[in-house]
């Protein structure tokens, strides 16, 4: 008997005994086949991956990426193995047959190994009915409703209030279907496709011969992630693209079968996604025998969709999972949470206690799990019952779409970390990373420190403003390293002079970060409305130079002229004249370049004059005198000239005057 072979055969020793019902095995082949080249030049030309699919791999598809080849599985076939699922990942098929087929198949010269299907783990142990209540006072630009508390204990809305909310990042979801077409908070999500693997088509949500329940667990984990319904629910990355992948069946004969998530994750993977969130796990075999894990299953090299969680890592795939509700005893963990190199998310209370039924580590080869923590217990989610019902619920299920979301704030403002960098940052910025347990991995994840772990930041969605002559282009510039607060530039294409720079100014600063951090703006001139203006932003700091967006100036954002974006930024918007203090103050021209005056003009706008006196009140310079449309402008006073002592500065419109002083020192 040959050793694979024997390898195959004390698999199938499980199996289900000859009479008994057909059941669910993976086979694995040996190799890819003849002709390799030719099929991957097939597979070009005919745009089976999306090109950002493609840029993750150099612009080529891989060998990997072949589909197992057809000789192999005719030969499959023609034993009598039903084909029910094919990974191209992993070179392999699920197929169901009986023990006489399943010893036929395993004895095929292309076949490496022969291995049961897995089940299923329910990972959403409870839910409850959420009434309408008074949206919790917030201090942000967003209203969160009942949402606010799993969102605030993870810093996220911090980091919407700079605007960062996953703009260009795809995120892709695994679950058993979605519901988001008719609920009020999942309305203008931006799905761009989805696919029911389980049959084949393209609808998500349930359908003839679906249980009633469904598609009710992707419902609650996909609207936690990406609703938008202020004073309801906001999802940490409301503005990703989504792309939906049904691959559970719930009630059905076997239960849940591993293979359909393969196949759906290497369906997320073709289209671009860069984010895949899966409130799924499997731990029992699928085999009719009631065999359970042993000592070793968990190891990260066992469970097909381990297997294919770490091939997705390898293409550029941030994978997050829930590790389970199996606790709270050691080693209950389920695949694929044991994959290195993924995230592998428990569940914690709003106090930061691990929640009861959150499983544990570690992994059958000792390694740490979970990565880290997140809300777990009562996060609100879209209700099932109803278009405009919301819920609470418990489970790993909850704590991983919100893991996921915060995944997809690091990766939108900095794309190009690797998914390991990506965990790294949710890792060392978590409550505990000094002392990581398979309790609670390094700890609750704190989405405002992963997000500046690897470096600066700028808006990825900067809002403008037009008070209907210009527009006024506002974005954050944030580091943990002093921003060179000078240097911060907007380009863009005026549409009869062509290429244009302006320099933008700090209008806030944001104290708790390195000095220059803050909101920067600057005011367009007069354009006609309904031109459309491509621009991008350039900041840097003590360490690196980046732009918004990404790998500018082939990328660019687009605006146009007339609209506004001002979404979490109404705040902004002065509902009064407003002088503020001078920075930095006291001034000293050898030391700082200029000092910023900002000065806020309500609607809808109106002359102004920005003037500085001197002691004895004599004019000394004239700072700004003509229109100046609603909302915030600064100003750069730059004298080497002027003698050390006090001076005002006074801003003026109509009958409304305001002054302040600043110190000068020369």
Known sequence: MSARFAIALLVLLFAAAPGEAQQRHWVFFTDRGPDVDARIAAMFAGEQLSDAALQRRGGTPLAGDLA?????????????????????????????????????????????????????????????????????VNPHGLDYGDAFPQLAVINVPEVHDIWIDGTDITVGMLDNGFRWRTHEAMLNTDVRGEFDVINGDSLTENEEGDLYGQDAHGTVT??????????????????????????????????????????????????????????????DWDDGTGYSHQAGDFDGRTAVTTRAAVEAMRRGIVVVTAMGNEGPSAATLIAPADADSIIAVGAM?????????????????????????????????????????????????MATPLTAGVAALVRSARPELTPVQVRDALRETASDPQSPDNEAGWGMINAWDALLFHGMVISTNPKYYHNGRQTTVMAWVVSTSPVRSDDVRLTWTHPTEGPQEERMTLMRPLTSEADGSGLYTVTLPEIPENTEIRYYIT???????????????????????????????????????????????????????????????????????????????????????????????TVALQSSTLSTGIYFYSLTSGDTQIMRRMLILQ
Not at 266 to 273: K, Q, S, T
């Open 222 to 283: 996909f609207s936690a992630l990406a609703s938008f319904k202020e004073g309801r629910i906001i999802g940490p990355a409301f503005n990703a693209a989504f792309y939906l992948a049904k691959t559970e069946v719930n009630g059905s004969e076997t239960q849940i079968e591993e293979d359909y998530w393969v196949e759906g994750i290497e369906w997320l993977e073709a289209r671009g996604a860069s984010i895949v969130s899966a409130s799924l796990g499997y731990s």
């Open 68 to 136: 197992p080849h057809a000789s192999y599985v005719a030969a499959v076939e023609a034993v009598g193995g039903e084909v029910v699922a094919v990974s191209r990942w992993l070179n392999a098929v699920s197929v169901r047959a009986p023990l006489p087929v399943l010893m036929r198949i395993a004895r095929l010269p292309q076949v490496h190994a022969v291995q049961p299907v897995r089940r299923w783990q329910n990972t959403l142990p409870t839910a409850a009915s959420l009434a309408s209540t008074p949206p919790p």
């Open 539 to 633: 900041a840097g700091d003590s360490r690196e130079t980046r732009t918004s967006p990404y790998a500018a100036p082939e990328r660019t954002h687009v605006l146009r002229i007339g609209d506004n974006s001002m979404l979490g930024a109404d705040q902004y918007l002065p509902s009064a004249f407003a002088l503020h203090q001078n920075y930095p103050n006291p001034y000293a021209p050898s030391e700082s370049g200029s000092t910023l005056i900002s000065f806020e003009v309500p609607l809808p706008g109106g002359a102004v004059q920005l003037r500085l006196y001197d002691m004895a009140g004599r004019l000394v310079q004239t700072l700004v005198d003509g229109y100046r449309g609603a909302g915030m402008h």
């Open 349 to 397: 209370d709003f106090n930061g206690n691990v929640a009861r039924f959150s499983s544990k580590g570690p992994t059958s080869d000792l390694r740490i799990k979970p990565d880290v923590c997140a809300p777990g217990v009562s996060v609100v989610s879209a209700g099932k019952s109803a278009d405009d019902r919301y819920e609470s619920s418990s489970g790993t299920s």
